[in-house]
């Protein structure tokens, strides 16, 4: 309970006459009698706060860089109408900087035995899940000189999703893939494809494609048509360890490896392989398995969501026995994770063999584009230091893909805005050479 400020201001123009008129306490207390009987009569009409009743509804999910809305309904059950101003308070990440008092703050008047419903809306800027704080009420009475404030606890929870805006490059990857699979006259052969169908003979034709049967048969000359292998298995692994943290732009490391997962898991079920997620530092902390096609890129982004960089040290050991226990069949196991020098050749390098006999292994890592434009730089003494760390920098990551290469890893190092077409790329490129 308290006064406002509209009685605060009464109560202080009434005490001015009467230090002149008549000093003494008792002349304060005549005045400002009527103030207080209008205060006491404003209090008994104001809508108590405790015995409202509160609901939530709307959105429970929402991708990054979109807005969602969560509806507050008001309950006066009591004989009093309420008039109120109102704070739905969520953490600060659930707006745009400098737009939670706009949007956060409502008012309203619910007549005895209605209900009203607000709409607040959320604009985060976080991935992860945004819960509820507590819900701030103060009822005012009709002449506006005394309130009762009150929280009540509604919990709600929006979770904040990956926004996935490598989805524009599918369209394009999707029509590579219709060519690698047969549906135009662009048909490949390969280790590890199948045979689809006979044709006749055109100029230009593999003459190891005849099939010299049916060209018997037929009397013309038959060739043999192939396409890409599908139910492979795809083990998509994210490194979420100290390194994951890193930010490159406005975001870290993480966010750009779960989008190029997320097209390249969209592209993988379109060409009829089973995908499975992992993510591991020291332990796991999100797995997807044996999702069917049509829920699994919606599994993935709900397990991506929560997901933030671990500081500490990812463990190859326990990483490498995880995955060799999720793919006990030959797989292509997708490693998001860094090029540093230090954790690769420390940790990944001497227990790679282990992955590699058994696995088609294919690491894609983020690259800071400012390294680039440091490596560009000249003009001043600072600027050839600064391009002279970023060339050895860039050496650095070069020689450590090169040794992975070496081990029979298909290497990918591309800036954030284009690991995940490139990451597509890579996977279409083993898809048509039939190495999966």
Wanted: aromatic share 4%.
């Amino acid at each position: 309970m308290g006064f406002t400020g509209r009685a605060a201001l009464l109560a202080a123009l009434g005490s001015i006459p009467v230090g002149i008129l008549e000093p003494g306490w008792t002349g304060i207390l005549s005045v400002n009698g009527p103030l207080a009987l209008a205060c006491a009569v404003d209090c008994a009409l104001a809508a108590p706060v405790r015995t409202l009743r509160l609901a939530r509804s709307g959105d429970t999910s929402v991708r990054l860089g979109e807005t969602a809305d969560v509806h507050l309904t008001v309950t006066n059950p009591g004989t009093r109408p309420l008039r109120a101003r109102l704070r739905d308070a969520w953490p600060p990440s659930s707006w745009l900087p400098g737009t939670d008092t706009e949007a956060s703050r409502h008012r309203l008047l619910v007549p005895p035995g209605e209900r009203r419903r607000l709409t607040t809306r959320l604009h985060p800027t976080r991935r992860g899940d945004r819960e509820a704080a507590r819900v701030t009420i103060r009822s005012y009475g009709p002449l506006g000189l005394f309130t009762r404030q009150g929280s009540h606890e509604v919990p709600w929870t929006v979770r904040v999703l990956p926004p996935f805006t490598s989805r524009k490059h599918l369209p394009s990857r999707l029509a590579r893939l219709r060519e690698l699979d047969g549906r135009t006259s662009m048909l490949t052969r390969g280790e590890g494809t199948e045979f689809d169908s006979l044709r006749d003979y055109v100029p230009g034709d593999d003459t190891r494609s005849i099939d010299w049967r049916a060209t018997a048969r037929q009397h013309k000359v038959a060739v043999r048509t192939w396409r890409p292998e599908r139910d492979r298995h795809i083990l998509i692994c994210l490194d979420t360890g100290r390194t994951s943290a890193g930010r490159v732009g406005d975001a870290p490391r993480l966010d750009a490896s779960m989008d190029a997962a997320l097209l390249l898991t969209a592209l993988a079920t379109r060409a009829g392989d089973r995908v499975d997620l992992l993510a591991h530092d020291r332990r796991t902390r999100a797995q997807v398995q044996g999702r069917p096609p049509g829920d699994i890129l919606a599994a993935f982004v709900n397990a991506m969501a929560p997901l933030e960089p671990e500081l500490v040290e990812t463990d190859a050991r326990t990483l490498i026995s995880t995955i060799l226990r999720n793919a006990p069949r030959r797989s292509l196991v997708v490693l998001l994770t860094s090029l540093d020098a230090a954790p690769i050749e420390e940790g990944l390098l001497p227990l790679l063999p282990q992955l590699t006999q058994r696995h088609t292994v294919l690491l894609a890592s983020v690259a800071d584009p400012h390294v680039a434009t440091m490596a560009a730089s000249r003009g001043s003494v600072d600027a050839v230091y600064e391009a002279a760390a970023a060339t050895q920098s860039q050496t650095q990551r070069r020689r450590t893909a090169d040794e992975l290469s070496r081990h029979g890893v298909t290497v990918v190092d591309a800036t954030p805005d284009t690991l995940a077409p490139a990451l597509a790329d890579a996977y279409l490129s083993l898809k048509s050479a039939g190495r999966l």
